[in-house]
């Protein structure tokens, strides 16, 4: 009993005890899947689109309180941060990123009861620093031959690596008579130098490859592809580095 009458009286003349054991809380998370699936959460990120990411308040205490979630996107320029291009109003967000630069995302909680309210807006983040998430600019080559002899080396005729920031993508690979052969839309993707299940003859095809980067920028490839079935890697040339 002694020890019940003194929690009463430590709650009693400390009140602000009491308050921050009840009062609302949040803790802004995020997570971020990139374009090979694969997951990351921190509170930065920076690397290439297109970047989903799921985004939450995580409150706490929040029984008995109302509560609004205003998640704030905006992206800075030279003067600092912009007005916000995207507002989301709930808890939990997902966002796809696609625009290359710098993004601020905060979350704005107001947690209401009675006459009493509890806000997170500017003075809250400008103490903890908002999540950020920066988008690199778009690059984008493809190679001039590869050779699908199935020793594991070059073999798929793709984009080649060091690819980032692509938005949409579009790749044929066409014969000498102009006749498709192959098209995909994954620039990770590519083609085995097969037609109709069979391989194609050795020789000379032609690729078109229109894309586009979060940067903006457009592009439109078009090449010849030596399809090399002799070449093996005891070869000194790398055909696919030309």
């Not at 009140?15 to 997570?31: G, K, V």
């Amino acid at each position: 009993m002694s020890r019940i009458i003194t929690i009463i009286a430590l709650l009693l003349c400390f009140p602000s005890i009491r308050a921050q054991d009840t009062a609302p809380e949040i803790n802004p998370t995020a997570t971020y899947t990139n374009s090979k699936g694969e997951e990351e959460t921190s509170e930065e990120y920076s690397g290439p689109a297109p970047l989903k990411a799921r985004f939450q308040a995580n409150p706490s205490n929040t029984d008995g309180w109302s509560e609004y979630y205003e998640w704030r996107f905006t992206k800075e320029g030279e003067s600092g941060p912009q007005e916000p291009y995207l507002i989301r109003y709930e808890q939990d967000t997902e966002y796809t990123f696609t625009d290359s630069g710098s993004h601020r995302i905060v979350c704005y909680a107001i947690f209401t009861q009675g006459n009493d309210t509890i806000a997170f807006t500017d003075e809250y983040w400008n103490d903890v620093g908002p999540l950020r998430v920066t988008i690199s600019e778009s690059k984008l080559d493809m190679p001039n031959a590869f050779s699908p002899n199935g020793d594991g080396i070059n073999d798929i005729y793709k984009a080649k690596e060091g690819y980032q920031s692509l938005v949409e993508f579009h790749a044929i690979i066409f014969n000498r008579w102009g006749q498709k052969i192959y098209e995909w839309d994954d620039p990770d993707g590519g083609w085995d130098g097969t037609h109709h299940g069979q391989d194609a003859r050795q020789g000379v095809y032609f690729v078109d490859v229109k894309a586009k980067g979060a940067d903006g920028r457009k592009y439109h490839i078009r090449r010849d592809v030596n399809l090399l079935r002799g070449y093996t890697e005891n070869t000194n040339a790398t055909p696919a580095d030309n």
